[in-house]
C-alpha cells in the first residue's frame, strides 16, 4: 500500500539557521508533491509544488528538492524566522488520485 | 465566498446522537475533500468528490459516517450514534485544479462527544 513517511520527532532550530525537512513514499509515482503549512488550531495552508520532471523548485525562502529515484523530497527554509514555527504537511499526487497527506513535521525556530 | 467555509465551528454531542457537518467549498471548485485529524495527529482520508463522478470513500472507518455533495456545491458529512473516539477535528478542503491538485482547506469543525 501507498505509504507517506514524514520526520516523526520535531525539529528545533536556531532563528537564521536553514531547516531541511524530509519527505519519503513509497509504492507511488507521483506526478507532483505538494507541501502544506498548519499551525495549531487552523487548517492547512499551501505552500508550493514541484513536478515530477523539476528537480527544485524555489518561492522565496522555500526551497523543494524532489528525487523521483529515491522517493524522495526535501523541504528548505532558509534564514529561519520563529514565525515558520508550524507543522509542515508533504502529499504526493497525481492526477486523478487522492490527495493523501504525511503525518507531517513540527517545525520549532527559537530565538 | 472567499475561501471554503465549514460550520459549525464547535459541536459538542452526546455519545449516541448524530451529528451533521457542513463544508461550502470556494465557488467553482470540482473537488472537496473531507479529512479528519485527531489531536496531535496527522490528516486522516476520509471521502473526496470530483465532479460528477462517484465518490472515492474508501477512508470512511465505519457505516455510521456518510458525506453527501450536492452538484459541484454543499457537502454535508454526517457522523451517525456518535462514539467518544470520533471526537477530532473534521476539515474540509477543495481544489480546482483537477492535474496538480493544491487544496484550500476550511478551518475546521471541532467536534467533541461526551
Known amino acids: 500500500s501507498q505509504k507517506i513517511e514524514q520526520n516523526s520527532e520535531a525539529l528545533n532550530i536556531q532563528e537564521g539557521k536553514t531547516a531541511t525537512l524530509t519527505c519519503n513514499y513509497t509504492n507511488y509515482s507521483p506526478a507532483y508533491l505538494q507541501w502544506y503549512r498548519q499551525d495549531p488550531g487552523r487548517g492547512p495552508v499551501f505552500l508550493l509544488l514541484i513536478r515530477e520532471n523539476e528537480k527544485e523548485k524555489r518561492k522565496e525562502r522555500l526551497k523543494v528538492t524532489f528525487d523521483t529515484t529515491l522517493k524522495q523530497s526535501l523541504f528548505h527554509i532558509t534564514a529561519s524566522q520563529p514565525a515558520d514555527s508550524a507543522t509542515y504537511l508533504c502529499a504526493p499526487y497525481n492526477q486523478g488520485g487522492k490527495l493523501i497527506f504525511g503525518q507531517g513535521t513540527e517545525l520549532s525556530v527559537k530565538p | ?114
Open chain 2, 1 to 114: 465566498g472567499a475561501g471554503v467555509s465549514q460550520s459549525p465551528s464547535n459541536k459538542v454531542t452526546e455519545k449516541g446522537k448524530d451529528v451533521e457537518l457542513r463544508c461550502d467549498p470556494i465557488s467553482g471548485h470540482t473537488a472537496l475533500y473531507w479529512y479528519r485529524q485527531r489531536l496531535g495527529q496527522g490528516l486522516e482520508f476520509l471521502i473526496y468528490f470530483q465532479g460528477n463522478s462517484a465518490p472515492d470513500k474508501s477512508g470512511l472507518p465505519s457505516d455510521r459516517f456518510s458525506a453527501e455533495r450536492t452538484g459541484e456545491s454543499v457537502s454535508t458529512l454526517t457522523i451517525q450514534r456518535t462514539q467518544q473516539e470520533d471526537s477530532a477535528v473534521y476539515l474540509c478542503a477543495s481544489s480546482l485544479a483537477e492535474e496538480t491538485g493544491e487544496l484550500f482547506f476550511g478551518e475546521g469543525s471541532r467536534l467533541t462527544v461526551l
